[in-house]
């Protein structure tokens, strides 16, 4: 698929920025690490010939390996939804993931590469890790040089830390921004933030490193003695002492190379995430059919890769807010027919992307509501058609953010629940929109997505592991009211000092931009339509999409009302994780009140011959007030 | 007074004396020396210092503790001290700006007429009701809605020194307010009866260095915010909801004074201390810069289809107009209205008019132009007008004098704004230097010969009309090439 391979394109090409960025900032570090106030001339005729020697031209080949690594892992691991632990214990389910495993074992041996070639640079007494001593009898032999070590093991324990705070801050997470620039204006801004994140990171992981050091140094020292037959040297302070560990200059190695090594891995993420979120123009239409597949209408259904779906749903919000010419495709009908077949496809997808979060939110309000008794007493059966079907129509990861905490295993199927019924059926039959919103492949969905997660919980830990997933379908369907009994006192134990506030609010709403864009996409096309639309073709879905948005904004409205769902998060700028996610049902709730606000205001009292219930037309009223 | 009767609305004519407000009778740094003990540990006063001031307070702590601290440490830091005032006072040559007050700073660049002396500090209609906000000397901002009997009071611990306020676009309740520390976004909710909002309504937006809050300035389609501060060389453009902004960092010009979004949302106007603005267009956020001869750009406003922006420049008493249409190609910016000093005779005396302006605004239909001159403070009978042009936009650009509007005896103008929707011409909303706010309408039929619908508020103000003569001549007209 064409649209696919643009995303490999993207990443090749930021990948490749990053290693063309390599020589400069490797430059500036050499300049750093070898800088002395006393011989200013001396430092720089010292870098020149370091620069041009073999080994300078090795490590740097080595690097640049490194980066490509790196920029293969962002590339590997990135997701645009990102994945939110609802507890601490699912934090560490998280952490202990077979294949985040992989990626801090990866990331450490590339710290220790990285560590390598900066001890190679720096030189001086950190060049090798064995140095000839020559003990009391005169005899030489080969000693351990524990600077080397120290450089070394300081770079795999960054490396370690940084994948580390990668899960903990969401630094996989790819967030868009609402201001589009271009991609060389964005890369300077965030310039001076990259700097300083890894200065600060550098500072903070160096010091957890001395103090482990200093309990644990001696572990992998006697360890590379051992194997690699070196002696202890006869130096003056082994460096896992007080003494030892307070050399200033060692100190400030330590730090500039972990500085160096943060520094040219954050590029290479920055550089990711700047490319792969540049916005990509879609054709609307083609007048070839081979072409069609990658055609705005077709991509926006697609549900794999994500990204293609964000980058199209970007895609609509821009062309439906700046371009009139596209807008006109829209609104176009096709050529034999003459069938709205774009407006259709595109405002099906947006309303029942919108339908899907509504849905979500009132499954999880119902949940809420019955305060996570409703007990679990679900039927074997649906339990396993639905591990069986799983993640196919929402992506995987948002099944694995459960919206509970895992000690809550009363999270039963709320689709069952007679509450949900009663709210559910007015939607289902009394409203204009039943029928072209509402088809049977949406009404799917919901006992899939929360029964899925049912597995998850119950099975203690979050992201389902392929390990534990025989596990669970052995799981006794009925537990007995003893066991139950124990759940429910663990429960109210832990749930406390393990539950992380507001985090099952945020994850509910963790894939709302694209939400968001659909919202805007569909205000802004109907705003349009109202003089753009020659043929009508925004009228015949306009009652639909005003009940959509408005059913969506009683159901959000409803959501804030719950505890945490309101309260904010605290912003921390000083980290390279991306929180975009913690405040996005925020922005969620301004975007849906301004698009009907929108819509409103650009048809006035037009809105009046519009077919409504009852119920939505009174609701629609106070926005023609100006008093929501 | 029958003309409002027949209408469905009447916005309500205001007076705040200033005799009525509750002042601060001292600044927050003043009570400090009050309460300062010295029992402190040296260790703790640092702590405070640096928490409060910074480095710069805590050099100032260690230099001025000399018997408890060795020496070398006191000079030391005493000499750093120096160092940092010197390359400041260097920076500060390169911008004058930078080493003015923050109060006095807002005051320089506000749109407002003589901002740190007016009663009314801001002022903005909502745009799409008829409710409206006006920020006080007090620190404290009042909402008014004819259509219902509370008035809002907003108070918090931050609002200090407002400069500018703005109602948010397609919202019924946000009220983005610009002060002296930070940005703050109140949710006022329309349907509530409370008169003392908490703090809790309002979310605080702030970021580093990017204080005083001078301009701010919504998305007509109210997705962000972009606000402007004469010490920050960055602009924000901030996503509200998510609070959280991307700086647009250009250098040149020392910080943004003015900002101004185009009512189509294409184009944002910024200008800066120098003489120099700025105009972004918000598609891809690049900008084009606009050098200025003489001064700073010192207001704008945007012709209603955004393809024509209005500006004047500091120390010249004429308007230029430029023009943004899609064809690229070199121009330059044109003068449109010359409004140096002239006499005019009325049947009460002569009176001379003209000078340097201080601010523009355009009625939403493009129809009337409201000028408000800054006169002479220290002629006597110079004082601060409102100039009123009439203004065509297509097929091409008009500019007619129209007339003038002046308050009562002793009152001057200090702030104006058009309603944003007024159905039966143009309504222009006057702040005067008693702290009186009232409403002067044009009354005129939109796309046809506009009739000289003149006619003052309820009671004040006095419109005067020109020599029907010199009202036919066009000040300025375009020709279509």
Redesign the interface.
């Known amino acids: 698929m064409i649209a696919a391979s643009v995303i490999c394109w993207r990443a090749a090409a930021s990948i490749a920025w990053a290693v063309l960025l390599l020589p400069p900032s490797t430059a500036i570090f050499v300049i750093l690490s070898k800088f002395s106030v006393l011989h200013p001339i001396q430092t720089i005729s010292e870098c020149f010939s370091m620069l041009t020697s073999a080994t300078a031209i090795f490590s740097f080949i080595l690097l640049c390996g490194v980066i490509i690594m790196v920029g293969f892992l962002n590339f590997e691991y990135y997701t645009v939804i990102p994945t939110i632990a609802c507890s601490k214990i699912a934090l560490f389910g998280q952490l202990l993931h077979p294949r985040q495993l992989v990626n801090s074992l990866v990331h450490c041996i590339m710290g220790m590469i990285v560590a390598w070639c900066s001890a190679v640079t720096i030189g001086f007494r950190y060049e090798t890790l064995g140095h000839p001593c020559a003990q009391t009898d005169g005899y030489h032999q080969m000693c351990l040089n524990e600077y080397h070590l120290i450089l070394l093991l300081g770079g795999a324990f960054v490396g370690f830390s940084h994948s580390l705070l990668g899960v903990i801050h969401n630094m996989n997470y790819v967030s868009f921004?609402?201001?589009?620039?271009?991609k060389y204006?964005r890369f300077k801004?965030c310039l001076p933030l990259v700097v300083k994140c890894s200065a600060t990171q550098a500072l903070y992981s160096v010091r957890n490193f001395i103090v482990v050091y200093y309990f644990l140094g001696y572990i992998p020292r006697t360890w590379i003695c051992k194997t690699l037959n070196l002696h202890l040297g006869s130096s003056a302070h082994p460096l896992d002492s007080i003494a030892g560990l307070l050399d200033l200059s060692l100190l400030y190695h330590l730090w500039i190379s972990a500085t160096f090594l943060l520094f040219t891995w954050y590029i290479t993420l920055l550089l990711f995430r700047i490319f792969l979120t540049e916005g990509y123009s879609f054709p609307v239409q083609s007048s070839f059919t081979e072409d069609a597949d990658h055609c705005l209408p077709k991509v926006l259904t697609e549900k794999q890769p994500m990204i293609l779906k964000f980058l199209a749903l970007q895609d609509l919000a821009l062309l439906s807010?700046?371009s009139p010419l596209r807008r006109c495709e829209v609104f176009s009908l096709s050529q034999p027919g003459g069938h709205p077949h774009n407006w259709n496809a595109i405002s099906k997808e947006c309303l029942s992307l919108l339908a899907d979060l509504t849905q979500r939110l009132v499954a999880y309000h119902d949940t809420v509501a019955t305060n996570g008794r409703a007990k679990s007493l679900s039927s074997g059966s649906e339990r396993k058609t639905s591990s069986e079907t799983s993640g196919t129509l929402i992506s995987q990861k948002w099944l694995s953010m459960s919206a509970n905490s895992p000690f809550t295993p009363d999270l039963d199927s709320p689709f069952m629940s007679p509450a949900l019924r009663r709210l559910a059926a007015p939607v289902e039959q009394g409203s204009p929109w039943y029928g072209t919103v509402q088809s049977p492949h949406i009404m799917r969905r919901v006992p899939k997505l929360w029964s899925t997660s049912t597995d998850s919980q119950v099975n203690g830990s979050s992201p389902p592991s392929p390990a534990s997933v025989p596990s669970d379908k052995q799981e006794p369907s009925k537990p007995s009211f003893l066991a139950q009994f124990l759940q429910n006192r663990r429960e109210q134990v832990l749930k406390p000092c393990l539950k992380l506030p507001e985090a099952s609010s945020q994850a509910l709403f963790a894939d709302s931009q694209a939400h968001i864009w659909a919202l805007?996409g569909l205000s802004y096309l109907v705003q349009a339509s109202f003089s753009e639309d020659q043929f009508g073709v925004v009228q015949t879905t306009l009652p639909s999409i005003l009940s959509c948005m408005l059913v969506l904004q009683e159901a959000v409205d409803r959501h804030f009302k719950l505890p945490h769902a309101s309260s904010?998060p605290v912003?921390s700028t000083s980290s390279m994780g991306d929180s975009?996610y913690k405040?996005?049902r925020?922005?969620l709730?301004?975007?849906l009140?301004?698009a009907i606000?929108?819509i409103t205001?650009t048809f006035g009292d037009h809105l009046n011959a519009v077919q409504l219930s009852a119920e939505h037309r009174k609701r629609l009223q106070q926005f023609l007030e100006?008093?929501? | 007074k029958e003309m409002y009767q027949s209408l469905d609305f009447s916005p309500p004519s205001l007076s705040f004396p200033r005799e009525s407000l509750k002042l601060h009778s001292r600044t927050e740094n003043s009570s400090k020396a009050a309460f300062l003990d010295h029992s402190e540990t040296l260790w703790m006063r640092s702590a405070a210092a640096w928490r409060d001031g910074g480095l710069t307070g805590l050099l100032n702590e260690i230099t001025n503790s000399h018997p408890e601290v060795p020496k070398w440490l006191s000079m030391s830091s005493g000499c750093i001290l120096a160092l940092l005032q010197w390359v400041s006072s260097f920076h500060g040559s390169l911008f004058p700006h930078l080493t003015l007050s923050s109060e006095d700073m807002i005051a320089e660049f506000s749109q407002v007429l003589n901002w740190s002396d007016c009663v009314v500090r801001a002022f903005a209609w909502h745009p799409h009701t008829d409710k409206f906000a006006v920020a006080l000397l007090d620190d404290s901002i009042k909402i008014y809605n004819p259509k219902s009997a509370t008035t809002p009071t907003l108070k918090h611990r931050l609002q200090r020194n407002v400069a500018v306020v703005q109602w948010k676009p397609l919202c019924a309740s946000a009220l983005a307010v610009g002060c002296q520390n930070c940005l703050l976004v109140w949710h006022v909710d329309p349907c509530s009866l409370s008169t003392r909002p908490s703090a809790g309504c309002a979310h605080v937006l702030s970021h580093p260095g990017h204080a005083p809050v001078t301009s701010i300035a919504w998305s007509p389609s109210g997705s962000l915010l972009v606000s402007a501060s004469p010490m920050d060389t960055a602009m924000m453009v901030w996503d509200v909801a998510a609070e959280s902004c991307v700086p647009l960092q250009r250098v040149g010009g020392g910080g943004v004074t003015f900002l101004s979004w185009s009512p189509d949302g294409s184009h944002v106007l910024a200008s800066t201390p120098s003489a120099l603005f700025r105009v972004w267009e918000t598609r891809m956020w690049t900008c084009e810069r606009w050098p200025c001869i003489k001064g700073r750009c010192q207001s704008g406003c945007w012709s209603p289809d955004g393809s024509r922006l209005l500006f004047t420049v500091q120390d010249e008493a004429v308007i230029y107009s430029l023009t943004f249409t899609n064809t690229p190609g070199p121009h330059a910016a044109v003068v449109v209205a010359d409004l140096s000093e002239t006499t005019f005779s009325t049947p009460d005396g002569d009176i001379i008019v003209g000078g340097e302006i201080q601010s523009l605004a355009w009625d939403p239909r493009g129809e009337r132009l409201a000028v408000l001159l800054k006169g002479d403070p220290r002629a006597a009978d110079r004082s601060p007008i409102i100039a009123v042009f009439k203004t065509r936009v297509s097929p091409i650009f008009e500019l007619l004098p129209c007339g003038f509007v002046q308050g009562e005896p002793g009152a001057e103008p200090r702030l104006m704004q058009f309603h944003p929707n007024f159905r039966h011409g143009a309504l222009l909303t006057v702040c005067w230097s008693s702290g009186r706010i009232t409403h002067v309408p044009f009354y005129f039929l939109s796309a046809s010969i506009p009739r000289l619908g003149l006619s003052g508020s309820p009671t004040l103000p006095h419109v005067q009309e020109r020599p029907a003569d010199f009202a036919n001549q066009s000040l300025f007209t375009e020709f279509i090439s």
């Open positions: 921004h609402t201001v589009q620039q271009y204006l801004g807010q700046h805007e904010k912003r975009t405040t996005l925020f922005a709730r301004a975007t009140k301004t606000y929108r205001t100006y008093k929501e």
